[in-house]
């Protein structure tokens, strides 16, 4: 088994149990424009206001499991709970952050006779929670100790 990435004590892995396709990240960092008479107007900075993720895979439950994963990371968005995201492998990992689930879209297709899903398609939307790990946060001591 070979994990790739990490949110909470889920497990993504590139093939097999719960794998994923793909990661999109959307970072907001909006500047406020400030009128200057006789010239262009001027841009100041605001801030980094948002940092979104979305984590895209296929689950094949029968053939090889992960939906026990899935209804995992699912019962802890239910309960409110951020979770680290990590990414990486075993000679080079990233701290991405702390990060809230904002919503999972699931696609169950291929049924069989007993009424389980032999496919199911998912999107997993996260949002950065709290400080980002650049501009210090909960775990800014600890990673200050590798940097």
């Given at each position: 088994?070979?994990?790739?990435?990490?949110?909470?004590?889920?497990?993504?892995?590139?093939?097999?149990?719960?794998?994923?396709?793909?990661?999109?990240?959307?970072?907001?960092?909006?500047?406020?424009?400030?009128?200057?008479?006789?010239?262009?107007?001027?841009?100041?900075?605001?801030?980094p206001?948002?940092?979104?993720?979305?984590?895209?895979?296929?689950?094949?439950?029968?053939?090889?499991?992960?939906?026990?994963?899935?209804?995992?990371?699912?019962?802890?968005?239910?309960?409110?709970?951020?979770?680290?995201?990590?990414?990486?492998?075993?000679?080079?990992?990233?701290?991405?952050?702390?990060?809230?689930?904002?919503?999972?879209?699931?696609?169950?297709?291929?049924?069989?006779?007993?009424?389980?899903?032999?496919?199911?398609?998912?999107?997993?939307?996260?949002?950065?929670?709290?400080?980002?790990?650049?501009?210090?946060?909960?775990f800014a001591?600890?990673?200050?100790?590798?940097?």
């Amino acid at each position: 088994m070979t994990v790739s990435m990490m949110l909470g004590g889920f497990a993504f892995e590139a093939r097999d149990r719960l794998g994923y396709e793909g990661v999109q990240r959307k970072v907001q960092t909006p500047w406020a424009e400030i009128k200057v008479a006789q010239t262009m107007d001027q841009q100041q900075w605001t801030g980094p206001t948002s940092e979104e993720v979305t984590i895209r895979g296929v689950l094949f439950p029968q053939e090889y499991g992960g939906q026990a994963s899935l209804d995992g990371i699912i019962a802890a968005a239910q309960a409110g709970t951020p979770m680290m995201l990590v990414s990486g492998d075993d000679y080079e990992g990233v701290i991405h952050g702390m990060f809230t689930v904002h919503g999972i879209d699931e696609d169950r297709s291929y049924h069989n006779a007993a009424g389980a899903a032999r496919k199911n398609s998912y999107s997993i939307t996260l949002r950065r929670y709290g400080q980002s790990v650049a501009g210090g946060g909960l775990f800014a001591p600890i990673l200050n100790l590798f940097g």
